[in-house]
């Protein structure tokens, strides 16, 4: 029954953690989500099992936020192919991808599972050297050495989890995003230690004070921070889409002809920034006139193309338009980030 519970715990704090993440994004829960894997860390005989308490929580946190991978089977790309090639390609894309997700799963499990050891075999030192410990060794192995063996890709930071709250997202200042997810460790950690404490003679005052202290000067820094704004910018977020198109629902330069229209409706509601989705245009933007080497040639136009057409939209605003573009350069194709 107790390997039965400590599974179920350590699989809780998975599920707690990458629901703390896109789509579901309920990131209050990053700061309770590792609570339930030290709890049954504490619990356990052996660093051994301790490894792989982890390592199905980390697995399970890995399959829930690495997700999107494997929604890229959708992407069709230029080819010119009959329909059972397209089919063919899906199918070995799908398998691909899918590959990647559970591939990527598995080995950033690996980390979770040696922080997990790490933290058993330190069961015995002093509350404030854990709670130095935990979230020191949490940087290294789950988030800094995880992303150095798997090509540099951050997703899932759990410093990521803090980042609309203002006054503590301005502790990436001086520590980027490792400082944030270390803070996060710390007041999982600080509540487990209470819990320990509960039961031996480590004081839990000290716990607490460590913990309401880094967090006290994680808020007051972020408050010293905040600037003074004298005025404000009216940002219009802009997003239209329909089931199925045709050719004709484009205008000359590729994009989605629905935009024009809401452009206006939102400079006529005062908007000075406005920020359209990626990959609303069919086609790329030339920005030096050479060619696209996977585009067909009837479907790359000119910047001057488009400078054109954004100045007749915007006339004399003074307002801002950002959006993503596949773009031509040097005949190389690039994904960029386009703003006018």
């Known amino acids: 029954m107790r390997l039965v519970s400590d599974t179920l715990l350590a699989l809780l704090s998975g599920v707690l953690l990458g629901l703390a993440f896109p789509p579901v994004d309920w990131k209050w829960l990053a700061w309770v989500g590792l609570f339930p894997l030290l709890v049954v860390i504490d619990r356990c005989q052996r660093p051994r099992q301790a490894f792989l308490l982890g390592y199905l929580a980390g697995f399970l946190f890995f399959l829930i936020t690495l997700h999107p991978l494997a929604s890229a089977h959708a992407w069709t790309g230029w080819a010119v192919e ?31 599972g040696t922080w997990a050891m790490v933290v058993r075999a330190r069961a015995e030192d002093p509350s404030w050297r854990r709670l130095c410990l935990l979230p020191s060794v949490w940087i290294v192995l789950c988030e800094w ?5 798997t090509f540099g890709f951050t997703w899932a930071f ?42 031996t003679t480590v004081s839990g005052w000290r716990v607490i004070a460590v913990v309401v202290g880094c967090v006290g000067l ?55 920034l406005l920020v359209l989705p990626e990959s609303i245009a069919l ?21 001057a193309q488009w400078d054109g057409a954004f100045r007749g939209w915007l006339k004399e605003s003074d307002a801002v338009v950002v959006l993503g573009l596949d773009t031509v350069e040097a005949s190389r194709d690039y994904n960029t980030l386009v703003a006018w």
Do not use: C
């Open 82 to 112: 009959s329909q059972a090639q397209f089919a063919a390609r899906l199918g070995r894309q799908w398998w691909f991808l899918h590959g990647v997700w559970v591939s990527f799963a598995l080995w950033g499990a690996v980390f979770w």
């Open 145 to 149: 050495l995880r992303a150095k063996t």
């Open 158 to 199: 759990l410093g990521y989890a803090t980042t609309d709250v203002f006054v503590l997202r301005q502790l990436a200042a001086l520590g980027g995003v490792w400082g944030l997810s270390a803070l996060v460790v710390l007041v999982n950690a600080g509540a487990a230690e209470l819990m320990r404490a509960g039961r």
């Open 218 to 272: 994680a808020v007051g820094y972020g408050i010293m921070r905040r600037p003074v704004v004298d005025s404000s910018v009216p940002v219009a977020v802009l997003q239209y889409a329909k089931t199925t198109y045709a050719l004709g629902d484009f205008l000359p330069i590729g994009l989605d002809q629905t935009y024009p229209r809401m452009i206006q409706q939102s400079l006529g509601r005062k908007a000075r």
């Open 283 to 303: 086609g790329a933007m030339s920005l030096d006139g050479s060619v696209s080497p996977t585009k067909p040639k009837d479907r790359v136009t000119t910047r």
